[in-house]
């Protein structure tokens, strides 16, 4: 089955960054479109980032776009969420989701796999 470990969450100023990663494992991982959501405490999980399973789209949420980037590496099964200029608003836990699929997909429950979360704190 497919196994999601996310790694690289922690405690940043505002104004600082931090690189997620999700290591996938248990089925291939070219064959699958990768995403990021997060869940701030008393919020729904939102969207924040999706990429196809070649990495030759993706897309951003609007809250983040020009801040965070997400890329994938197929040798080495991993989907990374890079964050710039980080802000308390982004406070959440950080979840990695995997879906059967060549596209990207903005749907939580377009994703049938899901890690454990990572949390992202910003201190003001």
């Known amino acids: 089955q497919v196994q999601l470990v996310e790694s690289g969450g922690g405690l940043v100023q505002a104004g600082g960054s931090l690189r997620l990663s999700c290591e996938f494992s248990g089925r291939t991982f070219s064959n699958f479109a990768m995403a990021w959501f997060r869940q701030a405490p008393g919020k729904e999980r939102e969207f924040v980032a999706a990429i196809s399973w070649s990495g030759d789209t993706s897309s951003t949420a609007d809250s983040v776009k020009a801040r965070f980037t997400i890329s994938r590496d197929n040798a080495e099964n991993t989907v990374y969420l890079q964050m710039n200029s980080l802000k308390p608003e982004d406070t959440a836990v950080y979840y990695c989701?995997?879906?059967?699929?060549?596209?990207?997909?903005?749907?939580?429950?377009?994703?049938?796999?899901w890690g454990q979360g990572t949390q992202v704190t910003v201190s003001s």
């Open positions: 989701a995997a879906t059967y699929g060549s596209g990207w997909y903005a749907g939580a429950n377009e994703y049938g796999y």
